[in-house]
T-cell receptor, first 112, second 113 residues
Framework: GENVEQHPSTLSVQEGDSAVIKCTYS??????FPWYKQELGKRPQLIID?????GEKKDQRIAVTLNKTAKHFSLHITETQPEDSAVYFC???????????FGSGTRLLVRP | KAGVTQTPRYLIKTRGQQVTLSCSPI?????VSWYQQTPGQGLQFLFE???????NKGNFPGRFSGRQFSNSRSEMNVSTLELGDSALYLC????????????FGSGTQLSVL
C-alpha cells in the first residue's frame, strides 16, 4: 500500500550548520509533497510544499528537492537556528485522494 | 480569523466506553480531515469530509466513524474504546481538500484507561 519512509528519526546539528531530512514514497501517482513542522506541544504547521511538476523550491533558509524517478524528496534547512528545533514530517498525496500519507517524523535538535 | 478549534482538549475514558470529538474548521473551509497521532505510528489518516460527504477513509476499524454538518463542523466518534486508541486526534481544515495546505487544530488528547 501507500507508504512514506523518513530518515533520520533524530538529527542533532550545531547552530549555523545545515540539516537534511530525506523521504521516500511508494506510490508513483503521488504528486504533492508537503512538509510540516511540529514544535513541542503545538499543532503541525506547513512550512513548504512541492508539486510533481517542479524539481526544487526555496523559501528563505528552507528548500525542498524532488526526484520523481527515484521517488524521493528532501528538506534542506540552511543556517539552522535554535528555533528550528522541532519534529518535521514529510507527506505525500495524489489528486482526488484527499488524504496525506505522513512519514514517521524527524526530531531536529539545533544546539546553540 | 479564528483557527481550527477542537474540543475537548483532553479526555479520559475507560475501555468499552465511547467518545465524541468535535472540530470547527476555519470559516470558509469546507474540507475537514482527521488524523490520529501516536509516538510510535506518527500521523495516520482517519477520514476526510467535504460538504457532508466522506470522500476517503483510512485503515481504521469500523469503531471509528465521523460526520460533517452543513456548517462544515465535524465530529468523530470512537465506540468500544480500547487501550490502543489512546492518542492525540488532530483535525485539519482546508478550502476544498485535495492537494492544498492543511490547517491543523491543537488536537484532542484521548487517554483510555
Amino acid at each position: 500500500g501507500e507508504n512514506v519512509e523518513q530518515h533520520p528519526s533524530t538529527l542533532s546539528v550545531q547552530e549555523g550548520d545545515s540539516a537534511v531530512i530525506k523521504c521516500t514514497y511508494s506510490d508513483s501517482a503521488s504528486n504533492y509533497f508537503p512538509w510540516y513542522k511540529q514544535e513541542l506541544g503545538k499543532r503541525p504547521q506547513l512550512i513548504i510544499d512541492i508539486r510533481s511538476n517542479v524539481g526544487e523550491k526555496k523559501d528563505q533558509r528552507i528548500a525542498v528537492t524532488l526526484n520523481k524517478t527515484a521517488k524521493h524528496f528532501s528538506l534542506h534547512i540552511t543556517e539552522t537556528q535554535p528555533e528550528d528545533s522541532a519534529v518535521y514530517f514529510c507527506a505525500a498525496s495524489m489528486d482526488s485522494s484527499y488524504k496525506l500519507i505522513f512519514g514517521s517524523g524527524t526530531r531536529l535538535l539545533v544546539r546553540p | 480569523k479564528a483557527g481550527v478549534t477542537q474540543t475537548p482538549r483532553y479526555l479520559i475514558k475507560t475501555r468499552g466506553q465511547q467518545v465524541t470529538l468535535s472540530c470547527s474548521p476555519i470559516s470558509g473551509h469546507r474540507s475537514v480531515s482527521w488524523y490520529q497521532q501516536t509516538p510510535g505510528q506518527g500521523l495516520q489518516f482517519l477520514f476526510e469530509y467535504f460538504s457532508e460527504t466522506q470522500r476517503n477513509k483510512g485503515n481504521f476499524p469500523g469503531r471509528f466513524s465521523g460526520r460533517q454538518f452543513s456548517n462544515s463542523r465535524s465530529e468523530m466518534n470512537v465506540s468500544t474504546l480500547e487501550l490502543g486508541d489512546s492518542a492525540l486526534y488532530l483535525c485539519a481544515s482546508s478550502f476544498a481538500g485535495g492537494n492544498e495546505k492543511l490547517f491543523f487544530g491543537s488536537g484532542t488528547q484521548l487517554s483510555v484507561l
